[in-house]
């Protein structure tokens, strides 16, 4: 550990995961100029912004935002463990709110990610502000355990897992009968 990580542990972790945050919002505004800004999904009103990245149980959880999507995004580990799921494989995470199934990819340069995607396209927001706004709502929901509580009472059917399109209307989870 360096010294700064000693003395400021929960900063420095909290730094780390700001840190990669804006290291895919690097990659991403890449492929914007690059592949993006001609295509008819790309909503010009929008940026790319990484939004809210945290240390959360060991990994790095935050939203990205791009004029194209607004997904979860986590980093995956190094990759080399077998037990790793490859790009394209699925891997569900619990969160507070639910557990979620995310899609693995790799992102050159910043590797393997996980991402669950909330809106694809990007046209009913306006402006970044409202995207923004959107993303830290998405990402308060996810990891608020009153969510699920409430989606637990004693009436309520089993819950197994996030759905996307109830996700900002209050109903966090999808019901299986």
Same mark, same amino acid.
């Given at each position: 550990?360096? =010294?700064?990580?000693?003395?400021?542990?929960?900063? $420095?972790?909290?730094?780390?995961?700001?840190?990669?945050?804006?290291?895919?919002?690097?990659?991403?505004?890449?492929? !914007?100029?690059?592949?993006?800004?001609?295509?008819?999904?790309?909503?010009?009103?929008?940026?790319? &912004?990484?939004?809210?990245?945290?240390?959360?149980?060991?990994?790095?959880?935050?939203?990205?935002?791009?004029?194209?999507?607004?997904?979860?995004?986590?980093?995956?580990?190094?990759?080399?463990?077998? $037990?790793?799921?490859?790009?394209?494989?699925?891997?569900?995470?619990?969160? =507070?709110?639910? &557990?979620?199934?995310?899609?693995? $990819?790799?992102?050159?340069?910043?590797?393997?990610?996980?991402?669950?995607?909330?809106?694809?396209?990007?046209?009913?927001?306006e402006d970044m502000a409202s995207a923004r706004a959107?993303?830290?709502? !998405?990402?308060?929901?996810?990891?608020? =355990?009153?969510?699920?509580? !409430?989606?637990?009472?004693?009436?309520?059917?089993?819950? $197994?897992?996030?759905?996307?399109r109830h996700f900002l209307h209050g109903v966090l989870?999808?019901?299986?009968?």
């Open positions: 550990m360096t =010294p700064n990580r000693e003395q400021h542990p929960r900063r $420095s972790v909290h730094a780390d995961a700001s840190a990669w945050g804006e290291m895919l919002s690097a990659a991403y505004r890449d492929i !914007a100029d690059r592949t993006m800004r001609d295509l008819p999904i790309f909503n010009d009103a929008l940026s790319v &912004e990484a939004i809210a990245f945290r240390a959360r149980e060991g990994r790095v959880v935050g939203m990205m935002v791009t004029p194209w999507f607004m997904n979860v995004v986590i980093p995956m580990r190094d990759g080399t463990s077998q $037990s790793s799921p490859g790009p394209g494989s699925n891997l569900r995470l619990r969160f =507070p709110a639910g &557990e979620i199934e995310f899609t693995v $990819s790799d992102l050159v340069p910043v590797g393997s990610i996980a991402s669950y995607s909330l809106f694809s396209p990007m046209f009913e927001f959107t993303a830290e709502a !998405a990402l308060a929901a996810l990891m608020s =355990p009153a969510n699920r509580a !409430a989606s637990h009472g004693t009436d309520a059917p089993h819950i $197994s897992s996030f759905d996307r989870t999808e019901r299986r009968a």
